[in-house]
């Protein structure tokens, strides 16, 4: 039984309501122009100080000691279930990112615009980042390339990446990358790296000789290659899972998508934190569980900007209080991965948990910092156990066995 | 996908340098004799004191909460490799332990002269602990024995031990002991467990059938037992796992064995924890990882002598600056398994880890005791995940999923 059916096979329904706010990347690390701080201690956060004291805290291992998690596991993680379990390729997780809303039985790729010489060699792998501009007009080359058994859909993502959806029936995402992820080699093939995928492999196949020979004459990008073919993993929603109504407040779409894998309701929050807060409040009777996601900090902490994250995390801080006013049966404050500035990306460190509950022991924390949670009760847990935590919290988890 | 696939599927290679210090049962548990302080609490190192002030601390559980470990498990969780899962027999371990390097192919088995009455009943399982020379001298009496389909290799071990080694193709050591584990019975016929070993246990039973026939004239030692068949588990190397070019600095046979197992270069590094020192430096510019043993704390530990574990815990601490002036990329300082002077043996007690890199947040600790570092940021985890910990801190995993 896999950790997130145990869950499901004890899940009751009652009226406690469940808030999840995500800080995206929160987790930072010792940065040696700050005192050696982080910038959760760096930063002024009264508020959720102040939640603190009435909290149990602990420390979420996204995936396994040492593994720096994508956008996918971190969150697949926090949703209750085992990341390594369930992998969403890199073609559906770009189709997320671009608000796509993939079918099961479609197949998504990551393309790649580069540049190849008269041989038919790679000389640059990104085509020189062209614009999306010219990546939306090499697109349209494209766009009415027929192949049988499939619909073909392009999507422009940025500079001169883009999504290829297929469409059709009985497709395999089971392919193997035709970028060779070099210079100096030639696109490859398409190839089936299962039976059943070998038709899908031979669309693939036919798109893309069609597709090169269009594009030969053109100046820079003139080629194109495709990796993370995937298709979406066959996961359970959340109201099946755990009979909770769920809703997601993301602004950006890959969150958006993420929480779609699971069945959430995307509520349109506006664009700001304080959109997202008013949202909730608008929607609270209506949902048994909310997923807010605030992004900034990821994206300071990928810029290497401490300063800036710290400044995200006291904004965040500064509207905590209308979370609180709505009165949770069970609130949690984390993150999905840490993405300290020092490191200017993802990366393995456990990221601060803290819960408050009536059912929770007060452990003694009287602030939220990694010093903190680090010694926090709830101790250093993976992240694919605080569904069940949450869910317990809220009594919303019957006994089990005899 | 096992742990070390995970990992090894993320590696990537870059400059940075690790370098793994293991304290051999460093670990001590509360002693009555000493203010109920372990040995780790009672000694002064100020040296590595001052390290922890810029680290990151935990405890490593070798197995789980409650497995006392052999050297083997002890050893390959440290190396990334799941000590359940890869099990290295009595028969490989004692081969390793005498410096033999078997191949593949081999199969072995810890040997034990003792004592039969007339009737071939065990009287005495050691033989009155004869001294290693008469043992010796025995298998002086069985070296000429023939069987065909093996070349049967004795080595002399300690007292009444020796390792018996069978050559051959096709081999298999899934063999059930011969020593029946008590006084009073006869030595058993050796039982193939699986149906591929039937022809090693019928050459077993060749040898010792033609053993006990020269033995019988002798006084003492004039039988054996055999146990712990076994060959070498089919362990990946360091390189192909990791990308690590890896070299050992072990003074015991055993540890260099262990360290042989995982495809480590095994240095010539003199007799000494000073000699040690000298040979890491020599030759810091050809590894990317170094495997660094201290034998002496788990010999006084298991003597029961307190002070003079603490003693090799003060004069290890003195040495301690010539590895730190390397400037590892990261250095981690622990133990394999706990050997409590109180207890006299390994034990399961978790072991204390000082993880030294760029990378960690400081967690406050300001000393390397057990009370430190059972509070420390990283928490308590089994062993198996120390190798993934220490490639993030290297820079040297890539991200896991999209």
Wanted: a negative charge.
């Amino acid at each position: 039984m896999q950790l997130h059916e145990l869950y499901s096979s004890l899940a009751i329904r009652n009226d406690n309501k469940l808030v999840v706010l995500l800080i995206d990347g929160l987790r930072g690390t010792s940065h040696e122009d700050y005192g050696y701080m982080t910038e959760l201690e760096y930063a002024t956060h009264p508020n959720i100080d102040r939640l603190a004291s009435r909290s149990a805290t602990g420390m979420l291992t996204p995936v396994l000691p040492g593994i720096t998690p994508g956008s996918g596991p971190a969150h697949l993680g926090l949703f209750g279930l085992d990341p390594i379990s369930f992998n969403i390729g890199r073609g559906v997780l770009e189709a997320l990112g671009i608000g796509l809303v993939p079918e099961p039985t479609d197949v998504l790729a990551r393309g790649n615009f580069c540049t190849v010489d008269d041989k038919g060699v790679i000389v640059d792998r990104r085509a020189g980042r062209i614009p999306t501009q010219i990546c939306e007009q090499r697109l349209n080359l494209l766009r009415d390339i027929r192949v049988p058994r499939s619909d073909i859909e392009l999507h422009a993502v940025q500079d001169h990446r883009f999504v290829l959806r297929l469409k059709g029936t009985d497709l395999d995402g089971n392919i193997a990358n035709t970028d060779p992820g070099t210079v100096g080699a030639k696109p490859k093939p398409a190839k089936a790296l299962a039976p059943g995928a070998e038709t899908t492999a031979n669309i693939v196949n036919a798109f893309v000789d069609q597709a090169l020979d269009r594009l030969k004459g053109e100046s820079g990008a003139n080629a194109l290659v495709l990796r993370g073919f995937s298709m979406l993993p066959n996961i359970p929603s959340f109201y099946e899972l755990y009979g909770l109504r769920s809703a997601a407040l993301a602004i950006y779409p890959m969150y958006k998508g993420l929480a779609r894998t699971v069945g959430m309701d995307i509520l349109d929050c506006g664009k700001t934190f304080p959109d997202q807060l008013r949202t909730l409040e608008a929607y609270w009777d209506r949902y048994d569980y909310f997923f807010i996601h605030y992004k900034y900090t990821d994206s300071c902490g990928e810029d290497g900007d401490f300063l800036s994250k710290v400044n995200h995390i006291e904004n965040l801080d500064s509207c905590i209080d209308s979370i609180v006013r709505l009165d949770p049966a069970v609130l949690a404050i984390t993150g999905d991965h840490s993405t300290p500035a020092s490191l200017k990306s993802h990366s393995w460190h456990p990221v601060p948990l803290l819960l408050v509950s009536s059912t929770c022991r007060r452990d003694g924390s009287t602030a939220f910092t990694e010093t903190v949670c680090a010694k926090g009760a709830l101790g250093n847990m993976e992240s694919k156990y605080l569904m069940g935590l949450l869910l317990a919290h809220a009594l919303r988890l019957e006994k089990f066995g005899a």
